[in-house]
């Protein structure tokens, strides 16, 4: 009986030391495997975030309109003043700012259910938008990190003073979007 008790005795040393050594050679895949994955470069890397935001508008029904950064102009021709309504050919600004960390790519611009298309011009057409920054008119459409800039559309329908319109930008990434009265300004 002696015999048969040592020899069980090896069993879980042995079934011991083989667990161990399973534990080790997959530890040490799954570092080598892991080790490519997240290179020092890529935890460095911060994360690209597209962040962009409608500050503020102005649809009034002013000669008058005000940009992101305060200025007023009043140069737009077509504009109907006191009509009790924005008219086909009246001008909204809308501000926007890119508040992440990459450039944004404005993809569209719809307004009150209507696309509007980018136009370099500094008046554009009805059914057309430009955008204002810091500068002068842009001749495309990327707001880099932080900028700030006034998306201006020409519209091509009628609005009463009162009602909602609903702005939408697209990115290449996303969109927003936001409810804007017309007759009033904000921000």
């Known amino acids: ?82 009509a009790g309504l924005l008219a086909v050919n009246d001008i909204v600004n809308v501000h926007i700012q890119n508040a992440g960390t990459n450039p944004i790519d404005i993809v569209t611009v719809t307004f009150a259910g209507t696309e509007y298309t980018f136009s370099e011009s500094a008046k554009a057409d009805s059914g057309e938008y430009s955008i204002a920054d810091n500068t002068g008119y842009a001749s495309n459409q990327v707001l880099e990190a932080g900028e700030e800039a006034t998306v201006i559309f020409n519209m091509t329908d009628q609005i009463k003073i009162g009602r909602n319109g609903l702005m939408q930008i697209t990115t290449g990434n996303g969109e927003v979007s936001e409810k804007i009265q017309i007759g009033r300004e904000l921000g």
């Open 1 to 82: 009986m002696n015999h048969t008790t040592s020899r069980r005795a090896v069993a879980p040393v042995i079934a011991t030391i083989l667990l161990v050594a399973i534990a080790v050679v997959g530890g040490t895949l799954v570092f080598t495997f892991s080790s490519g994955v997240f290179n020092e470069q890529q935890l460095n890397t911060p994360a690209a975030i597209e962040s962009l935001i409608i500050t503020g508008y102005d649809a009034r029904d002013t000669a008058a309109r005000l940009f992101h950064n305060g200025t007023s102009v009043s140069s737009f021709s077509g504009i109907t003043p006191g």
